[in-house]
């Protein structure tokens, strides 16, 4: 068992209106009054954010935001920068999420500069990566990985390793229900500590947590955050339940 304290992550995708998110929010208060081992991390539309951060306010439930530009400000229609999200209040933000990357185009150059603007702005980057099914089939996925560890943190300074949060999600396994087995997400989160140990320092890469993702549930998480370098877990569509999302915060607990 590991020292690293779990981290659970709520990715609600564009999923909610700022009075659904309340609602939602309301329940988790209720539920997660008592969680206090496992830290606990929402990440809803930028405009919930606000909201949520209001609702949660006496909880130990941080917020995060799912994408953010790396510029200060300017004219970039469209996008919130990282001293908004963190005026609003949030403490998180996911980078480098896989619907960024194939969805919207984004390369490692863009995740490379919001990861550091993240970290000068005080808020801890989610750092996503994982590779496609036909990468995996091809027996590409170590070489994906490394690539975008690679670029992604080239030149990224860290001297806390609660300050960077990496997410292992294989694509192929991201809402389709089809999770990573424990042994197969525990070997690649395995080689991403080497990697970050090679990046960063052996100490430092020991200190930071990698969540998994990629349909994780309430009855599989606590097979998969048994592993020893799975630190937690990256949650998309059970995210959304609150009754769901609190029973994968409660294997967390109990894992612990
Ligand atoms: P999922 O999404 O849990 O719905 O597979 C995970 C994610 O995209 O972060």
């Not at 790396?70 to 005026?87: N, Q």
Request: glycine share 10%; with cysteine; proline share 4%.
């Amino acid at each position: 068992m590991s020292t690293r304290r779990s981290i659970i992550g709520g990715n609600w995708k564009m999923f909610k209106t700022p009075s659904e998110a309340a609602t939602t929010a309301k329940a988790l208060k209720v539920k997660l009054i008592n969680v206090e081992a496992v830290d606990v991390v929402v990440c809803p539309p930028a405009i919930d954010v606000l909201p949520l951060v209001e609702i949660l306010k006496e909880t130990n439930v941080t917020i995060g935001g799912q994408n953010m530009h790396w510029e200060d400000e300017g004219a970039f229609t469209g996008e919130v920068s990282a001293a908004m999200l963190r005026d609003a209040g949030c403490s998180y933000v996911i980078l480098g999420h896989s619907e960024r990357r194939h969805v919207f185009g984004e390369q490692d150059s863009d995740i490379n500069k919001k990861v550091k603007k993240a970290l000068s702005a005080g808020l801890t980057p989610i750092f996503c990566v994982g590779e496609k099914l036909d990468e995996r089939e091809h027996g590409r996925t170590r070489e994906v990985v490394k690539k975008q560890v690679a670029a992604g943190l080239a030149g990224v300074q860290l001297s806390d390793p609660a300050d960077l949060v990496v997410a292992y999600e294989p694509v192929w396994a991201i809402g389709t229900g089809v999770n990573a087995t424990p042994e197969q997400a525990e070997e690649v989160h395995q080689y991403i500590r080497e990697l970050l140990g090679e990046q960063f320092s052996r100490g430092l890469a020991d200190g930071i947590r990698i969540q998994y993702g990629g349909s994780v549930k309430p009855a599989n998480a606590a097979e998969l955050l048994s592993q020893e370098n799975i630190d937690g877990a990256l949650v998309g569509g059970a995210s959304l339940d609150p009754e769901s999302f609190t029973a994968i915060i409660k294997s967390a607990e109990k894992v612990n």
